[in-house]
């Protein structure tokens, strides 16, 4: 009886041993980190011209007190999209939702015109790869903008999906309707003084007169 607890005692001691060796030389369990996703947006910074418009670099967002869009100019946007895990993601869509008082001049994917909507087909993204897309955009003409708002604030959304998980980011800019119908004061040229000059000439003559029949 005794021979045999010891040799039931042995198996469990080498059963353990085998285990731990195992264990020390797979690691422990991991479950798999689940998927991921970043979506950014930015919109280029406005630089006004004589010629128009010139973008001179990327903001998330454009406050009414920064530099204003107008009618007819064009507006860059700036959609990268990221995987932030080890694992590769599969099916990558990324949707660009364009504000109101905007039209699409150029950019990647397919656009949806009933709905403003720009669909890309990003496809598969590597572990930590990231991809970048430029999108130009033009806002609409003088009479298409609010007539009872002289500056107009608009928000631009993405969106991006895969493996199940999915992400989204924002970029505000504004828009100023032109001043029409402003006249300038035209400035006094020198018909203009010697015609004051005159009367003030004529004044003060008839001024004595009437001083000197008093």
């Known amino acids: 009886m005794k021979k045999s607890l010891v040799g039931v005692t042995t198996f469990f001691l080498l059963l353990f041993t085998a285990v731990s060796a195992s ?10 980190a689940a998927p991921s996703i970043l979506v950014e947006k930015m919109v280029g910074k406005p630089t006004i011209t004589k010629g128009g418009v010139t973008t001179s670099d990327f903001v998330d967002n454009l406050s009414p007190s920064d530099p204003r869009f107008r009618s007819e100019q064009e507006v860059d946007f700036r ?12 099916n990558v869509v990324v949707k660009d939702f364009l504000p109101d008082f905007v039209t699409v001049l150029e950019g990647p994917g397919s656009f949806d015109a009933s709905s403003k909507t720009i669909t890309v087909s990003v496809g598969t993204l ?8 430029l999108i130009k955009a033009k806002v609409v003409s003088q009479n298409q903008l609010p007539a009872d708002q002289s500056i107009v604030c608009v928000v631009n959304r993405v969106t991006a999906q895969a493996n199940g998980a999915s992400d ?6 504004c828009i100023e309707k032109e001043v029409v119908g402003a006249q300038e004061v ?8 010697l015609a004051l000059l005159a009367v003030n000439a004529a004044a003060l003559a008839a001024g004595l007169y009437l001083r000197k029949r008093a």
């Not at 030389?25 to 798999?32: D, E, F, H, I, L």
């Not at 990268?80 to 694992?87: A, E, I, R, Y």
């Not at 590597?126 to 897309?133: G, L, T, W, Y």
């Not at 989204?168 to 800019?173: C, H, M, S």
């Open 23 to 32: 264990a020390q030389q797979y690691g422990p369990y991991q479950a798999p």
């Open 79 to 90: 959609v990268s999209v990221k995987n932030p895990t080890d694992t590769m993601l599969n």
């Open 126 to 133: 590597a572990p930590q790869e990231e991809k970048v897309f």
């Open 168 to 173: 989204e980011d924002t970029a505000q800019f």
């Open 186 to 193: 035209p400035a006094a040229g020198p018909e203009l003084g």
